[in-house]
């Protein structure tokens, strides 16, 4: 009996199968990224003077403040940008998460890796 990948049609099948997959991982890859680059999260603190937005990766992209601002200490506003972007964060690890989840799949290495990106345990 012959090796069924020594077999011609065998392994022009498995290559096909192989190709596909292949093909079909590198189309979710790009779909995930392209979704992660475009997702942008807003909030704000809960006094209403803060309102942030960061990308999905949690960089900071904007800061916008309510004219209440100037009725506080600089110690309140500080609390309120630091309220805002941590609930941002926060948000955006649930949104990329679900992106991933949606994409690649949750069990995918891309999907392993970018969550432990995540958590900010990569090294380990």
Same mark, same amino acid.
């Given at each position: 009996?012959t090796?069924?990948?020594? !077999?011609? =049609?065998?392994?022009r @099948?498995?290559?096909? @199968?192989w190709?596909?997959?292949v !093909?079909?991982?590198a189309?979710? +890859?790009?779909?995930m ?5 475009d997702?942008? *999260? ?11 937005? *960061? =990308?999905?990766?949690g960089?900071?992209? !904007?800061?916008r403040?309510? !004219?209440?601002?100037q009725?506080?200490s600089? @110690?309140v506003?500080s609390?309120a940008?630091?309220?805002a972007f941590g ?5 955006a +690890? ?5 992106? *991933? ?6 069990d995918?290495?891309a ?5 432990q990106?995540?958590?900010? =345990? +990569?090294?380990e």
């Open positions: 009996m090796e069924p990948l020594l !077999d011609p =049609d065998s392994s @099948d498995y290559l096909r @199968d190709k596909g997959r !093909d079909r991982a189309a979710a +890859a790009q779909a990224s392209e979704r992660l680059g997702l942008r *999260i807003t909030a704000a603190d809960g006094n209403g003077l803060v309102e942030v937005t *960061i =990308d999905s990766a960089v900071l992209v !904007d800061v403040f309510s !004219d209440r601002v009725r506080v600089p @110690d506003v609390r940008v630091m309220t609930s941002a964060r926060r948000e +690890a649930e949104r990329t998460r679900k992106v *991933i989840d949606e994409t690649v799949g949750p995918s290495v999907g392993r890796v970018i969550g990106r995540l958590r900010g =345990d +990569a090294d």
